[in-house]
C-alpha cells in the first residue's frame, strides 16, 4: 500500500530536520538550563540544532523528559526562576507552553505528552534577547534564496537549519491557495525543477519537486491575506549523511 500525501509530507518533514552530529551546542551546556539539560538524568536529547529565524538565531533542542507533562513543566518553570528569570506559562494534562527571560537570554518552550505515562517531549528554543526580538520581525524579502518566491507574496517565517542544509518559508499571498499553487508550479518548473509526486497543483495539497541533490515541498492553506504558502528546501547528501 502506497503511503497518503500527509504521511509523505510528515516522513520529508522528518528527513529534511535530520542534522549532522556536529550541532553547536553550546547554549545547552552554560548553566542556564541546570537539571533540565539534554543528557542529565531523565532528560533524553533527541535532536539539537543551531537554527536561523527570520533574522536571529536560536538554538534548538529537542527533548524526551521521564516525566508527565505537567510535572515537566513546572520544573522548567522552576530551573529558570531558580536562575533569576522571569516565567510565564500554562499546562494542561498532556500539553503546556512557557517562555522565560532570565539575564541577556530569553527561552521558549512546548510540551507534549507522550502518549504513555510518565513520558512527554519537550521542544525548547534558547535565544539571545537581541536574536529574539530579530526573529520576531517579518523578514523583508524572501530569505529562501535557492528556491523561486511566489511573486507578490510577503514572507511571514524564515527557519533554517544550516548544518543539514534545510530551510523552511512561509509567505502570505493575496490569491486563493490553488491559485498559489499553480503559480509556485510555473515558477519552479521555469527554474528548472521538476515535480516527482502526482499531484494536481489545484488540489490544494503539497507538491515534491527536486533539482539535482535538492528537493522542494510546496503547500498552500488559507491564510490572512488569501493564501499561507510553505516552500521547504532541502539538498541532499554531503555533510548529513543523506
Known sequence: MRPSLPARWAAVLAFALATCVSARVAWLHDGLHGATTPGRPGWNGAYVAPLRINGGRAGLDVTGCQLDAPDAMRMLAETYRAAGGSVLSGHGSEIGWGIALAGDR?????VFGAGRRGECIVVRLTQSREDFLASGRRPGRSLLDPV?????SSPRLFVADDE???AVEVSDARMTPAAALARMDSQLVGAGWTPTLPVEPGAGLSILYRKGRAI?????????????VTRLHKVLGGRDGL
Open 164 to 166: 543539514a542544509r534545510a
Open 148 to 152: 523561486p518566491d511566489l511573486p507578490g
Open 216 to 228: 522542494c515541498i510546496v503547500s498552500a492553506g488559507p491564510g490572512p491575506e488569501g493564501a499561507s
Open 106 to 110: 530569553v527561552v521558549r518552550w512546548l
